[in-house]
């Protein structure tokens, strides 16, 4: 297996790990503390933060989704009693959203996952290793921010089919 090859597959299992983690965390959760939420609605709700309320279309915005997308997930959140809806007074055209007490709790519980997914991935790091890791990450995450919502790539492979 070549560099490029290796490199790919490491991405693609980080990304496949994360993803299984946090579905084992979500089911965890629903089995003893929420009304059953999703890997998604999670996200939500630590999108809309803790002592803050988000205009609907910044959330939306935030995560890379249409309005109407937003505003399905957003009433099945409040359904479940995890954020609630408020009009702004200076303009009812805007729709705010905030947690609830349980939304508060979800977060504070997603908050604190993700505190024992880094401890854990760094408890056998040294220093510089550390430093090393969060320089790479942070080109990573850069490169991969840059790409977004551009269709490089997509666009690329097309090219490579001709």
């Known amino acids: ?92 055209r805007v729709v705010n959203i905030s947690l609830t007490d349980p939304g508060r709790q979800i977060f504070l519980l997603h908050q604190i996952f993700h505190e024992k997914l880094v401890e854990n991935l760094t408890a056998a790091l040294s220093d510089a290793e550390i430093a090393q890791l969060q320089s790479f990450l942070g080109r990573i995450n850069h490169f991969f921010t840059d790409l977004v919502g551009k269709g490089i790539l997509a666009q690329q492979v097309l090219e490579d089919l001709e």
């Open 1 to 92: 297996m070549d560099e490029k090859d290796q490199i790919n597959l490491f991405l693609t299992d980080i990304f496949s790990s994360i993803l299984t983690l946090e579905e084992e965390f979500i089911a965890t959760v629903n089995r003893d503390h929420t009304p059953g939420i999703s890997v998604t609605e999670a996200h939500i709700i630590e999108k809309v933060g803790l002592d803050q309320s988000q205009r609907m279309g910044d959330l939306a915005a935030g995560l890379g989704v249409t309005m109407p997308t937003m505003t399905i997930a957003i009433e099945r959140l409040c359904r479940k009693g995890l954020v609630q809806r408020r009009r702004s007074e200076q303009d009812r």
